[in-house]
């Protein structure tokens, strides 16, 4: 698979994706940043790109109950690797490279293995390769260019072969496609030539995946066809099955059909100028009845945290945030209804639903806990939304547009009070009533919430 950022890695939730029987990790802003299945779990390497031990550490920590085999990418040149002190950039730094994969071999279960290029003396390289290998990496793929050569350069086989006879652990010979490779048979052509004991093929699968056939390439539409319905089947972003067409098609992007996929703004476009309009329409009728399933089931079935719902009292309510002032919300008013009482401050405890990534949370006040039937976008609203249930079944006001809310409004025109050691104390500001600890169940940890 393609190098995905460490930092970017970091930010994600695992999530499993019952509607496509994936393992989606999620980014807070919903985006899929890598998706797997188990069909491809004994064979997919994550590749990554770090500069940093223990974020490479912790990345492999995320996903290696997920994947084959781990990878580290020291070899692209690409500003946007180098620039972060990633890709090729490591090639200057040998100490840095055996403090990255030395931490991932004794840290991870899976094998780890490492992607460079070759330096501007053979001496250079051979030195850096020996000292990869002592980290106890299980291969190494050499891409056999230096890090300021491009597709164009010729492939350096003689330098590959020379590491392939150095080292004891398996060399894998990378960037022939260029040159080197353009159907199967040409892939063992290679391997011979660099002496390695497999080929890393980047481009030249990018261009027609079927080069991989023992019986020869399909033909181009063919494998495009085929493409797509994965695609859709996998509700890959529509960007990025654009992207990957474009490489297939390359010099016919002016190409009527080119043309077409060059206009494509969604998935279905992408299909319907392949003709597969009936089959996307088919298969997104197949999701949505399966994701409906789902949403039907009991939360034994749908396999949330467990939760005991007596005397739990629900209503089937959303917040609104237009019916109510700028700064007041509901859960403003419990809070301030809570401190009124001397109460505890209420607690929430929030749940996302794997199926659609929607939230429920149940508030506890005075031992009594309140929920909304309604699932929601964000832990925001659905937290909003239970303080909504425990208000109206107290008969308390919510501080809605109209509704006299007569605490939060005489706390603002109070002077400063004392506190009991005789010291002036400010009213808190609206924006921080809500603040206190976040319960999410099944995380045990917690984390501040911030109010509305």
Same mark, same amino acid.
């Given at each position: ?173 990378? !960037? ?39 019986? !020869? ?226 995380? !045990? ?5 911030? !109010?509305?």
């Amino acid at each position: 698979m393609e190098e995905l950022i460490d930092i970017k890695m970091l930010q994600c939730k695992r999530v499993v994706n019952e509607v496509l029987s994936t393992v989606d990790f999620v980014a807070p802003d919903d985006r899929v940043v890598f998706r797997t299945c188990e069909r491809e779990q004994s064979r997919v390497v994550f590749q990554m790109g770090t500069s940093d031990a223990e974020r490479a550490l912790a990345v492999a920590r995320l996903i290696e109950n997920d994947v084959a085999g781990i990878d580290v990418n020291m070899g692209c040149p690409k500003e946007y690797s180098t620039k972060g002190g990633m890709g090729a950039a490591l090639l200057s730094d040998p100490d840095k490279i055996e403090k990255i994969l030395s931490t991932l071999v004794k840290g991870t279960c899976r094998p780890v293995t490492c992607k460079i290029r070759i330096l501007p003396s053979l001496e250079d390289t051979l030195s850096l390769v020996k000292r990869i290998e002592r980290t106890g990496i299980a291969a190494i793929a050499v891409h056999g260019r230096k890090r300021e050569e491009r597709p164009q350069h010729p492939v350096s086989c003689e330098v590959i072969k020379a590491i392939a006879e150095t080292l004891s652990i398996p060399v894998i010979a990378n !960037g022939g496609s260029h040159d080197h490779i353009q159907q199967y048979l040409d892939i063992e052509d290679f391997r011979q030539a660099t002496a390695a004991s497999s080929v890393m093929v980047a481009r030249a699968a990018m261009w027609n995946p079927s080069i991989f056939l023992k019986e !020869g390439l399909r033909p181009l539409e063919e494998v495009m066809q085929t493409y797509i319905r994965y695609a859709v089947q996998y509700d890959n972003h529509y960007t990025n099955t654009k992207y990957c067409l474009c490489q297939m098609l390359r010099e016919q992007l002016e190409s009527p059909q080119g043309r077409l996929l060059h206009a494509a703004q969604s998935s279905q476009e992408i299909c319907e100028a392949f003709g597969l309009g009936a089959f996307y329409e088919e298969t997104t009728r197949e999701l949505d009845a399966r994701r409906a399933e789902l949403l039907t089931r009991t939360p034994e079935e749908a396999r949330e945290p467990a939760q005991d719902d007596s005397g739990v009292i629900k209503m089937a309510v959303k917040f609104d945030r237009r019916v109510y002032p700028r700064q007041i919300t509901p859960k403003m008013c419990l809070l301030e209804w809570c401190r009124r009482e001397k109460l505890a401050q209420p607690v929430y405890e929030t749940v996302q639903r794997p199926v659609d990534r929607l939230f429920c949370s149940v508030v506890t006040v005075a031992e009594q806990k309140y929920q909304s039937t309604l699932w929601d976008k964000s832990k925001k609203l659905a937290e909003q939304a239970a303080a909504i249930v425990c208000l109206r079944s107290l008969g308390l006001p919510e501080g809605r547009l109209g509704e006299e809310s007569p605490s939060l409004h005489k706390r603002k025109r109070e002077a400063p009070h004392q506190d009991p050691g005789g010291k002036a104390q400010e009213p808190a500001l609206p924006g921080e009533l809500c603040k206190k600890p976040f319960v999410a169940l099944g995380s !045990g940890k917690e984390s501040p919430l911030e !109010g509305w």
